[in-house]
T-cell receptor, first 116, second 114 residues
Framework: AQKVTQAQTEISVVEKEDVTLDCVYE???????LFWYKQPPSGELVFLIR??????QNEISGRYSWNFQKSTSSFNFTITASQVVDSAVYFC?????????????FGTGTRLQVTL | EAGVTQFPSHSVIEKGQTVTLRCDPI?????LYWYRRVMGKEIKFLLH????????ESGMPNNRFLAERTGGTYSTLKVQPAELEDSGVYFC????????????FGPGTRLTVL
């Protein structure tokens, strides 16, 4: 069975601070994908990134960066110089292939509050 | 291009009543998923359609939940009769391919059962 743990329930930072959201996953499959989604106040889940299990290169996209470490089963997300618009709930998710299906297993989410 | 849409955005019903949620996926997406988030908990998978066929319904909680996708376009999720523990946010997602493709989510339907 798959499991995703986001131990941080809520984080509050002041604008321009850097913040890291932790994600730890469990799976026995050797082939899998990891995702991060953002849920702004409007409610929809916005796709941020997908990473496959064979690619441990870190990724940077603007102020966002992701650190994937198979040795610790972690896929952490860092926002540099946070902004008020980054305030949202962030979900980490894991997908493994089961036959012809590939459902997402989510963590409980981390609520990020960025204040001025 | 229109995203995934869900209707209604919010539904409040009494225990024992019936509610039907609707999801319109992105045009051309054969894969359609339903998920549910109960207050403060993780988002949990309910089921997966490929076109009109149920590919995986292992997450459906019980037989009070019925999902359909006639014609392989929009999908409905009916809860009959609703119970208090059914309250939560129901998300629909769609994807073009099945294999690890990112799923595009709708805004969700917030269901409150009183």
């Amino acid at each position: 069975a798959q499991k995703v743990t986001q131990a941080q329930t809520e984080i509050s930072v002041v604008e321009k601070e850097d913040v890291t959201l932790d994600c730890v996953y469990e799976t026995r499959d050797t082939t899998y994908y990891l995702f991060w989604y953002k849920q702004p106040p409007s409610g929809e889940l916005v796709f941020l990134i997908r990473r496959n299990s064979f690619d441990e290169q870190n990724e940077i996209s603007g102020r966002y960066s992701w650190n994937f470490q198979k040795s610790t089963s972690s896929f952490n997300f860092t926002i540099t110089a946070s902004q008020v618009v980054d305030s949202a709930v962030y979900f980490c998710a894991l997908s493994v292939r089961t036959g012809t299906a590939s459902k997402l297993t989510f963590g409980t989410g981390t609520r990020l509050q960025v204040t001025l | 291009e229109a995203g995934v849409t869900q209707f209604p955005s919010h539904s409040v019903i009494e225990k024992g009543q019936t509610v039907t949620l609707r999801c319109d996926p992105i045009s051309g997406h054969d894969n359609l998923y339903w998920y549910r988030r109960v207050m403060g908990k993780e988002i949990k998978f309910l089921l997966h359609f490929v076109k009109e066929s149920k590919q995986d319904e292992s997450g459906m909680p019980n037989n009070r939940f019925l999902a359909e996708r006639t014609g392989g376009t929009y999908s409905t999720l009916k809860v009959q009769p609703a119970e208090l523990e059914d309250s939560g946010v129901y998300f629909c997602a769609s994807s073009q391919r099945t294999d690890y493709n990112e799923q595009f989510f709708g805004p969700g339907t917030r269901l409150t059962v009183l």
